[in-house]
């Protein structure tokens, strides 16, 4: 006989499969964790959509009169740097934005945003604001100047 054949081995012995359940404290308390997370994160979000609301209005208001409102072009120029200054008011101090206007206002617009070239047409803007007139110029183009104002609320402070 050989070593070999003397050497018998019996099976294995296997441990029993442990069963997955979440009936330990500790998946309880991942879960609570997990909603608690859910909960302050949804009240994060719903708090900035509220806080956010004020900008929604004024581009819609400023899309609906480009888009469907045959203003003249002075009033459309005057209506965007009202709501302009409306969403100013919301975002800064009330003191320092409500006493601006002429040049200081639209460099104060193109202080907050770094694409902006409210200045630029600052002799338009004067007269559609204060005559109530607008004067032709090449340089000017009411759908991009409405672009501008709707990309300065969406992105000032």
Known sequence: MS??????LNPLIEADPIPFTMDTIGWKIMFVMLLILIV??????????????YRREAIFEIQSMINGNPNTT??????????????????YDRKKVASLEGEKWLTFLDSKLNQTGFIKHHDV?????????????????????????????????
């Open 125 to 157: 803007i004067s007269s559609a604001i204060y005559k109530n007139e607008f004067n032709d110029t090449n340089s000017f183009n009411l759908k991009s100047f409405s672009n501008m104002s709707i990309n300065w609320i969406k992105k000032h402070a």
């Open 3 to 8: 070593q070999d054949e003397n050497i018998k």
């Open 40 to 53: 302050y994160l949804s009240y994060r979000y719903y708090v900035k959509y509220k806080r956010n609301a």
């Open 74 to 91: 002075a009033s459309s120029i005057s209506q965007i740097m009202f709501l302009l200054k409306q969403t100013a008011l919301e975002s």
